[in-house]
């Protein structure tokens, strides 16, 4: 044997982006303890869990101290009330789904990074870019070949198949981390007629939906023949702020199938195998999430994210920076101002205004030059932020 380690982790960044970010900020603030930094950096939540979801929570921990109420391994694909409570939550979308399709998780991010178990190591997969990068990361790791969709001002970060548009898998979020850019039932037609035509698989992250206001498409099962080619995986991370929590639900149409082979039956067997489910309580904490009272206390969440982004998008307007995103999206991406690229705006804005984002290039080649705010900090620290932006564009 040549070698016993996986050598494909050489070409992926030594640590995860958030990581580095991390690390960078740690550094800036064991040497400036006095320093108050915003932080619109990683896309976590900041407003706590409703009531609803904790008294559900709590109710569910109480049962587990009782011989008639404990629960122990739960069932492969979820408990049946937080499926069916899903399958109700698409139903509000027009989307009619078999309960047998759904598939409780963690969240959005193992499922996207371990979906690729399912397809051969020598798939080409398509990603946009710039892009999360888990999934990028997650198929470079398993050694598989990546090629880049550029997402541009020109095609408003929302790239389209064309003729010579060639993959076996491609992933796709909208509305996307980090532009906020959101594909019309139009364009996402494009990309189902696109799979259904090769043969490929469209790997669906929706896990930013409920910041759609407009009249855009919350599941890609809003576009007919969806359900032969694409698999949507979504999270309670952000709906619901269960960044804390895990809990999330990927969806394998029981439809879809390659080679013979039934991916819907490939994904039991894969989760049945290295997966133990998620934690009853948080399964009940998720189902409260999805009744009458739940939901709107998260829509209200939602609102005041979104009021947040509002403050950046109407700074970066006055300023005259430009923008997108901040609209569907809780993500503001911004050209980095007076010519710096995206590390350099990162080190100023950390080091001269003390406000934590995320680079742009650490989403992609093509990222390089921009810059990622998130709106999660929540309004306060919205406004603090743009303040400090402004008199540091204006110094
Ligand atoms: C982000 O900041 O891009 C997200 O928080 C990452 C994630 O959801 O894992």
Same mark, same amino acid.
């Given at each position: 044997?040549?070698?016993?380690?996986?050598?494909?982790?050489?070409?992926?960044?030594?640590?995860?982006?958030?990581?580095?970010?991390?690390?960078?900020?740690?550094?800036?603030?064991?040497?400036?303890?006095?320093?108050e930094?915003?932080?619109?950096?990683?896309?976590?939540?900041?407003?706590?869990l409703?009531?609803?979801?904790?008294?559900?929570?709590?109710?569910?921990?109480?049962?587990?101290?009782?011989?008639?109420?404990?629960?122990?391994?739960?069932?492969?694909?979820?408990?049946?009330?937080?499926?069916?409570?899903?399958?109700?939550?698409?139903?509000?979308?027009?989307?009619?789904?078999?309960?047998?399709?759904?598939?409780?998780?963690?969240?959005?991010?193992?499922?996207?990074? &371990? /979906?690729? =178990? %399912?397809?051969?190591?020598?798939?080409?997969?398509?990603?946009?870019?710039?892009? !999360? $990068?888990?999934? @990028?990361?997650?198929?470079?790791?398993?050694?598989?070949?990546?090629?880049?969709?550029?997402?541009?001002?020109?095609?408003?970060?929302?790239?389209?198949?064309?003729?010579?548009?060639?993959?076996?898998?491609?992933?796709?979020?909208?509305?996307?981390?980090?532009?906020?850019?959101?594909?019309?039932?139009?364009?996402?037609?494009?990309?189902v007629?696109?799979?259904?035509?090769?043969?490929?698989?469209?790997?669906?992250?929706?896990?930013?939906?409920?910041?759609?206001?407009?009249?855009?498409?919350?599941?890609?099962?809003?576009?007919?023949?969806?359900?032969?080619?694409?698999?949507?995986?979504?999270?309670?991370?952000?709906?619901?702020?269960?960044?804390?929590?895990?809990?999330?639900?990927?969806?394998?149409?029981?439809?879809?199938?390659?080679?013979?082979? &039934? /991916?819907? =039956? %490939?994904?039991?067997?894969?989760?049945?195998?290295?997966m133990?489910?998620?934690? !009853? $309580?948080?399964q @009940?904490?998720?189902e409260?999430?999805?009744?009458?009272?739940?939901?709107?206390?998260?829509?209200?969440?939602?609102a005041?994210?979104?009021?947040?982004?509002?403050?950046?998008?109407?700074?970066?307007?006055?300023?005259?920076?430009?923008?997108?995103?901040?609209?569907?999206?809780?993500?503001?991406?911004?050209?980095?101002?007076?010519?710096?690229?995206?590390?350099?705006?990162?080190?100023?804005?950390?080091?001269?205004?003390?406000?934590?984002?995320?680079?742009?290039?650490?989403?992609?080649?093509?990222?390089?030059?921009?810059?990622?705010?998130s709106?999660?900090?929540?309004?306060?620290?919205?406004?603090?932020?743009?303040?400090?932006?402004?008199?540091?564009?204006?110094?």
């Amino acid at each position: 044997m040549d070698h016993i380690i996986n050598h494909s982790f050489d070409a992926i960044p030594k640590s995860y982006l958030f990581s580095e970010v991390a690390r960078r900020v740690a550094a800036f603030r064991a040497a400036h303890p006095e320093s108050e930094l915003i932080p619109m950096g990683i896309g976590d939540v900041t407003r706590p869990l409703r009531r609803p979801v904790i008294e559900a929570l709590k109710k569910a921990a109480e049962e587990q101290a009782h011989a008639d109420s404990f629960h122990g391994y739960g069932p492969e694909q979820g408990y049946d009330f937080l499926r069916e409570a899903v399958l109700r939550h698409y139903a509000g979308f027009g989307v009619r789904l078999a309960l047998e399709d759904i598939f409780i998780s963690d969240g959005a991010k193992s499922d996207l990074g &371990n /979906l690729p =178990d %399912l397809f051969s190591e020598n798939c080409v997969v398509l990603l946009p870019d710039p892009v !999360y $990068p888990v999934y @990028r990361d997650s198929n470079l790791m398993a050694g598989r070949k990546v090629k880049y969709l550029a997402a541009t001002r020109e095609n408003g970060f929302a790239p389209l198949p064309g003729k010579d548009t060639r993959g076996d898998l491609v992933y796709l979020c909208s509305p996307a981390n980090p532009t906020g850019a959101a594909y019309t039932r139009e364009q996402l037609k494009l990309w189902v007629d696109w799979a259904l035509a090769s043969g490929a698989v469209i790997l669906y992250d929706a896990a930013y939906e409920c910041f759609i206001q407009d009249d855009l498409p919350h599941s890609i099962y809003e576009v007919e023949g969806a359900r032969e080619c694409a698999i949507e995986v979504c999270s309670l991370s952000k709906t619901a702020g269960f960044t804390g929590m895990r809990c999330g639900y990927t969806i394998v149409p029981h439809e879809l199938a390659r080679e013979g082979q &039934n /991916l819907h =039956d %490939l994904w039991l067997r894969r989760q049945c195998t290295k997966m133990n489910g998620v934690a !009853y $309580p948080i399964q @009940r904490a998720a189902e409260a999430v999805f009744t009458a009272e739940g939901m709107a206390a998260c829509k209200e969440d939602i609102a005041a994210y979104l009021r947040a982004a509002a403050i950046v998008a109407d700074t970066l307007d006055e300023l005259g920076v430009w923008y997108c995103g901040g609209k569907n999206s809780p993500y503001i991406w911004m050209e980095c101002p007076k010519g710096l690229d995206s590390w350099q705006f990162f080190d100023a804005l950390l080091e001269e205004a003390g406000i934590i984002g995320t680079p742009g290039c650490g989403f992609g080649e093509q990222g390089e030059g921009y810059f990622r705010l998130s709106a999660f900090s929540g309004e306060a620290n919205a406004r603090a932020a743009m303040e400090r932006l402004r008199a540091w564009l204006q110094s």
